[in-house]
């Protein structure tokens, strides 16, 4: 059998619902999009239904519903598209967002997702929280770990499995007053940003910005470069 569809029997077993998504190359648009015509809404923990679902798209990764649906809400640091760097995951840090019993991904681009329990209100979002932060809540999903990908890169995890945090029940609260804080932030920012630019003044070079991004100096310095969420030497 596939290693995606163990995945997916394997969520469903915990009573995590599933749905195929799109196995795609790097750069198409369709790429992780559903395969089912309702999304996320056809998320099932039928056994059966899966195994047809993957019977007809063995290759399909499993989307794993976010909010209420699951109790899950999940954090997205993307790399930075230009530099390579790791943006999203600085920022992160930066703002305060994360917590070292949350579940920690390694995604194949080499990002981050940050799996923590649903509280009521956790949105899902697209660079509001900050410039390479994504957030998914209601009315959202992801990749689920473990999945692999066309090319052989894979979902990873570098901390404990998703379903150890789940036995334990002890995933740590999204952390929902934290990110609406950065939200609100990165909304001034680019309200300055766009004051600075109509009165013509120099705009901040790349640097400034990602600096800027990355969060408050006060009580939380942005990270050095090098600054990631899990200890390299692991």
Known sequence: AHQNLAVALNLASLELPVFPCL??????????????????????????????????????????PTGATTGLSVLDGDIDRETGKPVGEQQIVGNSLSHPAAVLIRTPSDGVHLIFSYLAGAKTSSGKVASHID??????????????????????????????????????????????????????????????????????????????EAGPSEPAPSPPATQSLVDESE
Request: with cysteine; charged share 30%.
């Open 135 to 212: 957030t998914r809540g209601d009315g959202g999903y992801i990749i689920a770990p473990e999945c692999i990908m066309l090319n052989g890169s894979q979902y990873t995890y570098e901390s404990r499995r998703l379903v150890e945090a789940l036995k334990a029940n002890d995933l740590p609260p999204y952390p929902l007053v934290k990110v609406e804080q950065a939200t609100a932030r990165e909304k001034e920012r680019k309200k300055a940003a766009k004051e600075r630019k109509k009165a013509g003044t120099v705009p901040p070079t790349r640097g400034e910005e990602m600096e800027a």
């Open 23 to 64: 196995a795609k190359p790097k750069g198409d648009k369709k790429a992780k999009s559903p395969h089912t015509p309702q999304g996320f809404y056809d998320a099932t923990t039928s056994l059966e239904q899966i195994k047809a679902w993957w019977e007809k798209w063995p290759d399909a990764l499993v989307g794993l």
